[in-house]
């Protein structure tokens, strides 16, 4: 059997299928307004949508792939994709740029989860599917069993592994190009400090923010070492039951916790791990500078003074 890739990536940050649908759902939108729009069918090979259905609303930024409802269908060789849903909130219709970071960042997803299940669905043992699950699906899976209050000082720590998935990382990336693309410049300057306001840098400082000790001070201080050390097993727990501790970098999870000491350096090695991973992502989103500059149609007659 052939072996499925852990990390699904675009290339050099936004693939142009991301790109094109992008727009393609914009026009939607821009000509219709809020509402919801169904795609009866997109026949493009790179991803093939079929009765698709696009949900703009106006409400508090948010937005969602889901695809509780589809299926993927083989015909002429060719996979098809049923029944997605994306739904956007944006409380400012006059905001194309944000709906259009929006729209790419779940765009990521979408084509992700395409690519997973076609893999799967020519990767059959017998004649029957074996799903296959990225590292970075596993790792979630197990996270989301662990049920907090939203105020729970611990979802505060599920919230920083969520930001560090590998495919939230990717769709960061493509997030951030239709961001700077907004300035309507070339000048990579400005488009580096203007990076830096950016949704995709925030959560990168968050990241680079977390600190290990202070982390494990301030749950203790709120919720004492007893419960602290039993959210930290349980969510342990939950990422052997989806064999995430057969990795390398999370063997660290089967060690012992039995004082403030060594729960301060499991919580030390899941630092360690959230700055490294960020070290690479915060070179690709330098990266996607080049693609906005490259893809800007001011590039051959404007300049910046």
């Known amino acids: 059997m052939k072996k499925f890739k852990e990390y699904i990536t675009e290339g050099k940050g936004i693939s142009n299928i991301n790109k094109e649908y992008t727009n393609f759902f914009t026009q939607y939108f821009l000509q219709l307004n809020y509402g919801e729009f169904t795609i009866e069918d997109n026949d493009n090979q790179d991803l093939p949508l079929y009765n698709c259905l696009l949900k703009i609303q106006k409400g508090d930024t948010y937005a969602k792939f889901n695809p509780e409802h589809s299926f993927l269908v083989k015909d002429n060789n060719k996979y098809k994709l049923y ?26 997803h979408c084509i992700e989860f395409y690519n997973i299940s076609k893999w799967n669905n020519e990767n059959k043992i017998n004649n029957k599917v074996v799903q296959i699950y990225p590292k970075h699906l596993s790792i979630k899976n197990a996270y989301t069993n662990i049920d907090v209050d939203e105020k729970h000082i611990f979802q505060n720590f599920k919230y920083l592994i969520y930001l560090t998935l590998d495919d939230e990382y990717n769709s960061r990336v493509s997030q951030l190009y239709q961001y700077l693309k907004s300035f309507n410049t070339t000048n990579e300057n400005i488009l580096s400090e203007k990076l830096k306001t950016s949704k995709s840098y925030l959560a990168y400082l968050k990241i680079e923010n977390f600190n290990a000790e202070y982390f494990v001070d301030e749950m203790i201080n709120k919720i004492g070492f007893e419960s602290t050390a039993k959210i930290t097993k349980e969510l342990n727990n939950q990422l052997k039951e989806n064999n995430i501790d057969k990795l390398i970098s999370y063997n660290f999870i089967n060690n012992e ?32 500078i080049k ?7 001011l590039k051959e007659a404007y300049k910046d003074f």
């Open 83 to 108: 029944n997605v849903t994306f739904l956007i909130q944006i409380d400012n219709d006059s905001d194309t740029y944000l709906l259009k970071e929006l729209i790419t960042h779940e765009l990521t």
């Open 291 to 297: 693609e906005v500059i490259n893809d800007n149609p």
């Open 257 to 288: 916790i039995i004082n403030k000491k060594q729960l301060i350096e499991h919580y030390k090695k899941w630092e360690k791990m959230f700055k490294f991973k960020n070290k690479k992502h915060l070179e690709l989103l330098y990266r996607i």
